[in-house]
């Protein structure tokens, strides 16, 4: 299996507080990761140290053969990494639909000099964007909401729509930060569906979530960390049997 | 000489400074209406003495009050309302413009767009300080900026005030939840900003004389005090109108005083791009949206 | 009729004035007060070109936009990466220098007296000197002007902006460029504010710095607030309803100097009045500088 994205030591202080020490590992392509931890383990900064949030204090991280330090976020987001928020980013006063058309890449339409002197490709592009969008609506069960405000959807609604967000971008790597966590397990069911499908369109994955049974089911692999560091990695059974952990989640 | 004038006019810069500090520090956004009470004043003072004929040693402080309520006044009007709807300083700020406007022109009609002075009896020659000219005004002004600067470090670290407005500067969720009343310290913070505004613009008038505009060039020269200073603090401010003072000395010998404020915003300008967080350090206004 | 004719082509400069702001405080959700500043660019480039060089119109035009489109691109390549207040202070700053130029670069701007003696627009060998035919004039370039806000205004390209607007990080992270999306509209929104400031030239045929103060660009922003932020229209409606306001004042018999200030009042608490009840304006769908409600 080739790596699609490595971390190299990568370490994060906030005020003296450790989010992320010495921390590496790698995703393969067609692999999905699962990454437990108690709150404050580093995951979400790690997530915001690969998509250009957040600069680490040191370590390097690269994506397809490409370093990702340092790099502005539209362009790593252009490389083919996206994610979602724990906290549910959409732009809520736009519909459904709009939110999904704004995740495809490489728009011509974009371009200033596009939108005056090629209508007629910026056109074409729109008109094809918006039936894959609407396929992709149709797919996750969203169709009949695509011309709602994103705001007006429920809160599983939301998760789903911003997985979907994902998939329009065509990103090779989904960073998930808890998919399920607070939503209704018919919606659950849903979206773990569609992560777990993700390896068979080539895509990889690092999924945070603290539903251990949901994640054991979706992992070919699993991370725990605590305190910024990776405490145990291995099969989902290996890390989920480790005394490490079961003390961390016994209570 | 150059030097001394410098100082006269950081003063002015200073207090200008430190009122709008005093405001923003729990307002929290850029309120344009703060120009307006700086202007209102020194218009009070003039109809008090020339109209009522009040000596000047009442109507400052009863012009001063006066700044302090209208303070309160647009606190309560507008932006407390606004505030209520979750209004982002943005908001608040386009808000602060429509107040001015309405305050500034309400001058304009009740005195006219001339300038006008407050100056009293026949001009004196002043005093001679290293080959400078220095009036009595000049004087006072120098007073009253060492006053406000030593009263405004005292109120801030030494009061209970201060330290609940410093609270409520820092965070106003933590400071409500360590049972301070951000609303009422709010209001007492806008009241003594406004009233040190007002007493800013009464000195402008007594010193070189006074327009209804003439907030707005103050607010925005006390507002690059505080850029520059980085900081909210009355050593930070001051120290930020020094060198704004001095700069525009420098451009007014070097090409002229009509360039003073070109040269002043361009310093701002370039300072804004290059340190935000200005020469004290920690950067203070609040970067919304 | 020359009365009347007078207003539209008022109305027909500041709804283009509001077109230029809307690109950026309505799409973008970026509030600069510079917009006067790009405005008198226009104006006195137009105005110079026009005494000295005696080139025609649709030239000076040209030079016009292209100029203040170029500065554009230079003051907001490094002061877009400012947000909310920081902006604001930025841009009013760049208001101050560019006014102090006005006022002081006399050999080229004629100082505070300004250029006048500007010769009229001649189309097709016969100058144009009437209201009327300048009206005509006016609201051909203003329909130029809403074609090109239009093709602006709508997908794909406002998406981005949108998403700014609205939060500026997510746009990042879904892979679009912010600050270039913000330049372009910068930049052609300088250019247009330009556009405006040519045509008051030669409609004036005198300018004078007192017309691009910092007050003039609030006033730019009023008519976008007003009107409806974001909206492709929006700014039309608050050109005219801002420009007829005073000229009902000036029905009912109140003394021209005193109107002035009336005006401004009026426009003031416009201002509060929007914030507080109607920030979306009046044929608004966006309240401006509102954060969207989380649930």
Sequence with gaps: MTSLVGMQSLSKHFNGVVALADFSCAVAEREILGLLG?????????????????????GAADFKGTALIGRPVHKIANLGIARTFQNLRLIRRITVLENVLLCFKNQPGENLFNVFFRPGLCKRHEAGIREKALELLQTAGLADKANDLADNLSYGQQKLLSIVCCLAADADLLLLDEPIAGIAPEMAERILAIIADLPNQGKSAIVIEHDIDALKGIAHRMIFMDAGRKICEGAPDDVLNDPRVIEAYLD | MVAIYAVIAAAVYCIVGLSFALCYATGRFFDFGHAAVLAVCPYCVLFLTRTLDFPLAVALPVALALGALLGAAKELAVYRPLRVRHASPLVLLIASIGVYLVLQNSISLAFGDDTKTLAFGPVREGFAILGARITTIQVAVLIAAAIVVSGGAFLLRRTRTGTHIRAVGESPPLALSVGIDAPHVGMLSACIGSALAGLAGSLIALDVGMTPTMGMRALLMGVVAMIIGGSQSPLGISLGALLLA???????????????????????????????????????????? | MEYAAHILVVIGIYAILGLSMNLIAGFAGLLSVAQAGFYGVGAYVAAFLALQFHTPFVLNLTVSAVVAGGLGFVVGGPSLRLRGDYLVIATFSFQVIVLGVFTNWTSVTGGPMGLYGIPPVHVL??????PLGFLVLVAATAAIVLWI?????????????????????????????VARTKLSLFVVSSAMAAVAGVLNTYYMRFIDPSSF??????????????????????PIVGAVVLVLLP???????????????????????????????????????????REATPK
């Design chain 1, 38 to 58: 108690p709150n404050g383990a580093g995951k979400t900064t790690l997530f915001n140290v690969l998509t250009g949030l957040l600069a680490p204090d040191s």
């Design chain 2, 246 to 289: 001095l700069s525009g000395a420098l451009a007014t010998q070097l090409l002229g005083s009509q360039w003073q404020d070109p040269t002043a915003f361009f310093a701002l300008l370039v300072f804004l791009l290059m340190r935000p967080q200005g020469v004290m350090g920690k950067l203070t206004l609040i970067s919304n949206g």
């Design chain 3, 247 to 289: 000229e009902i004042l000036r029905l009912m018999g109140i003394p021209s100097a005193a109107a002035a200030n009336i005006r401004q009042i009026l426009y003031g608490l416009a201002l509060v009045a929007c914030m507080l009840w109607r920030p979306q304006g009046l044929i608004g769908e966006y309240a401006f500088g």
């Design chain 3, 149 to 177: 806000a239009s093709r602006l205004a709508r997908p794909p390209f406002v998406r981005t902006p949108k998403a700014i607007r609205e939060d500026h990080v997510l746009a990042a992270v879904r892979g679009k460029n």
């Design chain 3, 125 to 130: 060998g016969s100058a144009i000197t009437s």
């Design chain 3, 213 to 234: 103060t910092v007050m003039e660009s609030i006033f730019i922003i009023t008519i976008v607030i007003v009107g409806g932020a974001g909206n492709l229209y929006g």
